[in-house]
C-alpha cells in the first residue's frame, strides 16, 4: 500500500508550472478544438496521465467537489494524490461535482447526471476532464462556435464514440451545459457548451 509519504510528488515549480498550464487550459477553452500543450508534472498516479495531473494540481482545491469514474475511484493511489496534492473533497454524487475525472470514456455516464448549471448560475456546471487516446490521430472533426474563425478541425481517438451526439444536449440546455476538457498525455483540447460539431469524419 502506497503512504502519503511515498506518492510520487506534483510540479517542480509550482507557480510557473500552475501558471503555465492555467494559459494553456484558458486557451484552449478560447479556441475550441486547438491542441495546447500543458507542463506535465514530475510524477502522477498511473491512471492518471501527466496532464490530467497537471490541471487537477491547478484547478482543483477544497473548494471543487471532485467526482472519479470507476477507472479513476478504484485506484487508491490515485485517491491518495489528489487528497494531498489539491485536498478537493472527492463525491459521491456527480450531480454535485465541479469537476469529474474520467479514465474511461467508453464507460462514461449520462450527461444528465452531472450538474448541467441553473438559469441564474450556468457555470455552476460540472466540467468533464476525459482522457482519450490522441488528440493528433483518428477521426476528424469539424467545429464551429464562438472562438473558432469559420471552422476548426479536431483530429481525435475518443472515447465515447458518440461523445459529440450526447454534446448536442448543450444545444437545448445552453446557458445552461457542460464543457469538455480532453487530454492526451500532456496534450488538452477544449470543448465548450457552445462549440457545435458540423461533420464528423471516418
Known sequence: ????????????????????????????????????????????????????????????DHDTPLWLDARMSESSDVVKWLKSHTGAPVVQD??????ALIGDGGALPSLERFALGTSEYPDRSTTLILQVDSLDAGRG???RGPGIDGVATLQASIKPFDLFDRLRVNETLFPRGIDVVLVADDAV????????VVNKGS
Not at 491542441?35 to 496521465?49: E, K, L, Y
Not at 483540447?189 to 457545435?196: K, N, S
Open 141 to 143: 472533426f469539424e467545429l
Open 1 to 60: 500500500m502506497t503512504t502519503i509519504a511515498e506518492l510520487p510528488p506534483g510540479f517542480a515549480d509550482k507557480m510557473l508550472s500552475a501558471q503555465s498550464t492555467f494559459r494553456s487550459v484558458m486557451d484552449a477553452m478560447a479556441r475550441p478544438g486547438s491542441v495546447q500543450r500543458i507542463v506535465p508534472t514530475s510524477g502522477a498516479p498511473h491512471t492518471m496521465v501527466r496532464g490530467t495531473a497537471a490541471i487537477a494540481l491547478t484547478l482543483f
Open 189 to 196: 483540447a477544449a470543448i465548450p457548451r457552445t462549440t457545435r
Open 94 to 99: 456527480s450531480s454535485i461535482a465541479s469537476f
